[in-house]
């Protein structure tokens, strides 16, 4: 069984363009959840999809987005972006949310902005 | 802000258990304790989980006190590849994970 799967692994952006990175979920998956990752704040919750709805949203700004399709894989988008978005961007995925399942990382987007 | 502390850092030596404690003194009687690992930066690997009872699996044992203010992760026979930061987190049904700072453990050979 595939795992999470994240493309593109590694990116390089220039400050004020936007990019958008992507995670396709386990076959079976319906969950999707987006992290990001810094040395300064550590991982910190983006988003969480389910049925392509937007369950739950982190204390990010506008400028980043994010959607789920009907196959269940999910896009994650950043506009404008600065210095600070350098980071690893993780998305992990789950059968549906509920109390008693874990979540499926993949080994994320390791976007740097120049 | 998290609602669990962990200590940042502990060492075991290579063979011998490593006890991983984890304090969610806030926690709601619906909330299950998670527990995840991150080696180097790769995508956090779940480990374990448990909403009252002790639990255990092929990776390891969690112990969750009667009062569920703390528990502890027990790696039984640590070894180098167990080197990771550990994250303890509780959640309700959410994949809102809050993440702390976790605690870094070294398996020293």
């Known amino acids: 069984k595939a795992g999470v799967t994240q493309t593109p692994r590694y990116l390089i952006k220039t400050r004020g363009q936007q990019v958008t990175l992507s995670c396709s979920p386990i076959s079976g998956h319906r969950s999707v959840s987006w992290y990001q990752q810094t040395p300064g704040q550590g991982l910190q919750f983006l988003f969480e999809?389910?049925?392509?709805?937007?369950?739950n949203k982190g204390n990010f700004p506008g400028r980043f987005s994010g959607r789920q399709f009907s196959n269940s894989r999910s896009e994650m988008n950043v506009s404008t972006l600065e210095l600070g978005d350098s980071a690893l961007y993780l998305c992990?995925?789950?059968?549906?949310?509920?109390?008693?399942?874990?979540?499926?990382f993949g080994q994320g987007t390791r976007l740097t902005v120049v | 802000d998290a609602k669990t502390t962990q200590p940042p850092s502990m060492d075991c030596a290579e063979g011998r258990a490593a006890n991983l404690p984890c304090n969610h003194s806030?926690?709601?009687?619906?909330?299950?304790v998670y527990w995840y690992r991150q080696i180097h930066s790769q995508g956090p690997q779940y480990i374990i989980h448990?909403?009252?009872n002790n639990e255990t699996n092929e990776m390891a044992s969690l112990i969750i006190t009667e009062d569920r203010k703390s528990s502890t992760l027990i790696l039984p026979h640590a070894t180098l590849r167990d080197t990771a930061v550990y994250y303890c987190?509780?959640?309700?049904?959410?994949?809102?994970?809050?993440f702390g700072t976790g605690t870094r453990l070294k398996v020293l050979a």
């Open positions: 806030t926690i709601s009687g619906n909330e299950y």
């Open positions: 992990a995925s789950s059968p549906m949310p509920q109390v008693n399942t874990e979540a499926f």
């Open positions: 448990g909403l009252k």
């Open positions: 987190i509780v959640t309700s049904g959410t994949y809102k994970y809050i």
């Open positions: 999809y389910f049925s392509e709805t937007q369950r």
